[in-house]
């Protein structure tokens, strides 16, 4: 049998309080698709837990949360897995932040083999974090070829929103993690944004496009 599957990868940037992850809500409420909520915030102090608390009373009581500090192209494969083992139309992903699970993989501990973050302030995990994020950009470049498992004929959707903090447009930090957080942001957004067909930069509430692209519809073979 023959499947459409439609894909459409949003990259939203923009600091803090900008606006970036309303703007990304409201996405994902025009998608007309079940929205699963990707959270890769953990509350590991009052201040952040009372940030999470605002976002969830902000966003729909219906929406799905999985919260995945680690592990995040895993996370976004099992949901999308499960969406074409269904009968649904498709599934809009909202991921946010991408910072956040940058800043969670930089300070994995070796000695953590969970998705539970053990923090460690003083060191810098660059090779737990080179394979997340390779792993993830291979899920991004090979969207395209999901396109299996379903034996009934229709279109499948899928709608990635990603959600980062812009960090580079201050000076060079002081000290080699804060370093490294800004220069693996920047990276990041850079691959991610080859693949994206959406790019917009927030500020003030006020969204820029960066770039936009027409939707990409993959035919599978029979």
């Known amino acids: 049998m023959t499947e459409i599957v439609k894909h459409k990868i ?17 996405y994902a409420m025009l998608s007309k698709l079940p929205v699963t909520y990707i959270a890769t915030a953990q509350a590991l102090d009052a201040e952040m837990a009372q940030r999470i ?3 969830q009373a902000e966003r729909p009581t219906h929406w799905r949360l999985i919260e995945a500090p680690l592990q995040l192209s895993v996370t976004i494969e099992s949901i999308i897995s499960e969406a074409l083992s269904s ?3 498709g599934v809009c992903i909202l991921v946010d932040c991408l910072t956040l699970w940058l800043s969670n993989s930089l300070c994995q501990s070796n000695s953590s083999t969970d998705s539970n973050i053990n923090v460690s302030q003083d060191s ?3 090779e737990y974090w080179q394979q ?3 792993q993830f950009l291979k899920l991004l470049n090979s969207l395209q070829d999901v396109n299996f498992a379903r034996e009934k004929t229709q ?7 990603l959600v980062s903090n812009e960090v580079g447009h201050g000076i060079v930090p002081m000290g ?3 370093r490294q957080f800004v220069d693996q942001a920047g990276w990041l957004h850079q691959a991610i944004a080859k693949v994206a067909d959406k790019v917009e930069f927030v500020m003030a509430g ?6 936009s692209v027409e939707n990409i519809s993959h035919k599978a073979p029979l």
């Open 10 to 26: 949003q990259l939203i940037l923009g600091g803090a309080r900008s606006g970036k992850s309303s703007l990304a809500e409201q």
């Open 53 to 55: 608390a605002q976002h």
């Open 87 to 89: 009968n649904s139309s």
């Open 124 to 126: 810098c995990n660059s």
């Open 132 to 134: 997340e994020k390779q």
């Open 155 to 161: 279109t499948f959707a899928i709608e990635l929103i």
């Open 176 to 178: 080699e993690l804060s």
């Open 206 to 211: 006020l969204p820029l496009t960066l770039k």
